[in-house]
């Protein structure tokens, strides 16, 4: 669906999308990565994240930060698709409201 000012679409019962220029009136957006939208809807505590960053780095892991977070059982399926959505309609210029 298409959306211009004037439509907001719904992600879920509690979310909305807005079009990017209906009230933020070309103010960018900062990018937010997934492990801090995992933190801010309480799908992740900082201290089991920032663990998975660092076995990230310290092994070079070329695993996404998603892919280990499901092989850990840290979070689910459903969760990492939730996030990934929101990530990406951010980085589109949408605004996420909860």
Known sequence: MYLNHSHVSHL???????PP???RRGVPQPEMR????LI???LIDAE?????LELQRHYCLSQLLGELLLEQHLISKTDLDTALREQYWRHSGF???D
């Not at 997934?34 to 939208?37: D, F, M, T, Y």
């Not at 089991?48 to 998975?52: H, M, N, Y």
């Open 48 to 52: 089991r994240l920032e663990t998975v």
């Open 21 to 23: 220029n209906s009230i």
């Open 95 to 97: 605004w996420v409201i």
């Open 34 to 37: 997934l492990g801090q939208i």
């Open 12 to 18: 879920s019962s509690n979310r909305c999308v807005l």
């Open 40 to 42: 801010r809807k309480g």
